[in-house]
């Protein structure tokens, strides 16, 4: 079983620079979220989404877009990436129900020089 | 959402039990405690999580205070794999994914030894 998979698993961007971010999860959550892990930190919450099409902002937003166009992907951007983005960024899913398990993928450690 | 605190690190011997605790004072009577764990250069997974009373499952159990101001996530008996950093979250029963979402502390550093 995949689970939760995100790619790349590594990247390096210079300042200024975009990307985006895939997620996909085999297992049809309607739930899926996207979190970032500075060092010696816990995990942020970025956005999330409660199905195919809908998005909602989570604790620290500002310079990151999503979008769910497929149940199963979620993906995250970075416009124009700057220094302050360098994290690891996780990814997870959970069913449609109050206080389920979130299921996480094995992260993208994103350097931003 | 309400707040934990749980002490920054922790040393174990292989084999033995590790009692984790957690403090919650603030909790309200809807709000679930939750266990998460990662292990190095991994993302969290989840461990076991209750409401009142005391949990177990095959991963460890779960002891919840009477007054449910505190709670300690035991681990019978610690492998080289349980070194992790072990999260306590509470969540707030609200519907949606909000209220799915995790609020994520500094966690407790397990370390565990030979």
């Known amino acids: 079983n995949a689970g939760v998979t995100q790619t790349p698993k590594f990247r390096v961007l210079k300042t200024g620079q975009s990307m985006t971010l895939l997620c996909a999860q085999d297992m049809n959550h309607e739930y899926m979220y996207w979190y970032r892990q500075d060092p010696g930190m816990g995990l942020r919450l970025i956005h999330y989404?409660?199905?195919?099409?809908?998005?909602a902002k989570g604790e620290v937003p500002d310079g990151y877009n999503v979008s769910r166009l497929k149940k199963q992907n979620f993906l995250l951007g970075l416009e124009s990436a700057a220094p302050s983005q360098t994290s690891v960024y996780f990814c997870?899913?959970?069913?449609?129900?109050?206080?389920?398990?979130?299921?996480f993928g094995q992260g993208t450690r994103l350097t931003v020089v | 959402d309400a707040k934990t605190t749980q002490p920054n690190s922790m040393e174990s011997n292989e084999e033995e039990p590790v009692h984790l605790p957690c403090n919650h004072s603030?909790?309200?009577?809807?709000?679930?405690i939750h266990w998460y764990r990662q292990l190095p250069s991994q993302g969290p997974e989840y461990v076991i999580h209750g409401l009142t009373s005391n949990v177990n499952n095959r991963m460890a159990s779960l002891a919840i205070a009477e007054d449910r101001k505190s709670s300690t996530l035991i681990l019978h008996r610690a492998t080289l794999r349980d070194a992790a950093v072990y999260y306590c979250?509470?969540?707030?029963?609200?519907?949606?994914?909000?209220?799915?979402?995790?609020?994520f502390g500094g966690g407790t550093r397990v370390l565990v030894k030979p």
């Open positions: 997870a899913s959970s069913i449609r129900r109050e206080n389920t398990e979130a299921f």
């Open positions: 979250i509470l969540r707030a029963l609200t519907s949606g994914a909000a209220g799915n979402k995790l609020t």
């Open positions: 603030t909790i309200s009577g809807t709000d679930y």
């Open positions: 989404s409660v199905g195919e099409g809908t998005t």
